[in-house]
DNA sequence: CAAGTCAATGACTCGCAGGTCACTGAGTTC
DNA sequence: GAACTCAGTGACCTGCGAGTCATTGACTTG
């Protein structure tokens, strides 16, 4: 006998919240906006959640849920990734990059929201949070890259951490404000090119010159770089003993 | 025949309006939690802003107004600087970024609603168009060292440039959240450490680490490094001949 | 088809906070 | 000390928007 329940209803109202969150915030977003635009009634919104903040948790949680287990599992599968090799290692770490960052650009409105602190006052320890949580994180592979011998040991682990987590964040920040997609694979390749030569030790870094850029795949060199002779495998051999 | 106005009014109802606006953002402050720490009356704060966020405005764009000020000043006094030779460029740099962290920790409280858009949705764009600002001041910075041959010329400088921005961005926002006051010396002699280490060619590298670390000067080198002989002035001269 | 259920509606309530303004009285001038 | 000015006051007005709830009617069941 029970009137069954529009089973798109509550997916709607999540999308039409995203859309008008995203665009005036938690605090001037109204509970009618986004009812109107999903094509409901403000009663309808009130009976999928307890409040417009509510709504708003739901959103961000999701995001920051998801992206906090892809930087978890970025440093946990660094080690073994490192065993297979140093190049194997390189491929690992731009797969990751790729897949967070497609994530983010999927979700840009959502994330700009997000890292902007729902542009109020009470979520903005949120993204801190995550904020510290990405650069702890950083410092542990970090500290691994410098154990196995790939980063300088007089690396200041901590500040370089500080540092790489910033500029993964800076272009972030970017990307949801852009308006169509850059080359992702390009970007993040110069990002890890900068770690590399930043934090690299002068064997790494010289070695890793030396590699055929095979721009395509998921090389280490930036495009522009000139490279010299094929001599390949030199890097990830002379790498992987350290380990 | 007129009465006086209290001198100190505005500026009281300025003071008390930051650090009501730093704890609950511009749409959560109520006017009368600004008139109430102010001791002064609604009215009064009519009497000296048009609005709520006329207030806000006023405080933002004050703080706004000198850091861009000081980025400024921070690349058209770099060419000058190098032509007295790097270490003494090295100084004026640190004595720069000193100058305008101590600032911004002296204005913690409104640089940290600043960093977060006023919490708002109206003053997001603000920091955004700051920071690309300070972002391209970097990349200017960082082409005039490729060109004195400090930096590596293989720098990817707009990467590099939003990673160091990154850096210092990332850096400003820990600041602001810090309740006592961290050695700040300390840490930028780490970031410009992390900068030269990064982008600087191997000759510099070499060069500054032989320099003794006099660690209460303005040197480059972080502490922990163990330096080696007294080798002193010599970076300087590699690199003063380059300008 | 009658009875019953419950998703959905939207007019309504109500508290809140931005902004106003008639009034007060401190200080000034002559 | 009378007249005058204007900074400052705070009760009040007002619009807005979050959240409610009596009502509707689509759908199920027997």
Redo the contacts with the bound molecule.
Sequence with gaps: ??????????SRLLEAAERVFSEKGL?????????TQA????????????????AFKELLSEVLAHLQCRIGEAKDGNLPALNQGFEHALEVWLARDLAMFEFIWKNRALMRITLEGGRSADYQHLIEHFASYAQSETEALLRQGVAAGIYRSSLDVEVAAAFIAGGYDRFARQLVRESKKPDLKKRLRELRWMVITGAGTPELISCLQQLPAEAERGDSMPPSESAAGPVAASASAVLSKTV
Excluded at 1 to 10: G, L, N
Excluded at 39 to 54: E, N
Aim: proline share 9%; charged share 35%; glycine share 6%.
């Design positions: 006998m029970p009137r069954p329940s529009d089973p798109h209803a509550k605090d001037r977003a109204k509970v009618e906006d986004i009812t094509g409901l009634s403000k009663g309808a919104f009130y009976l999928h959640f307890d409040s417009k903040s509510d």
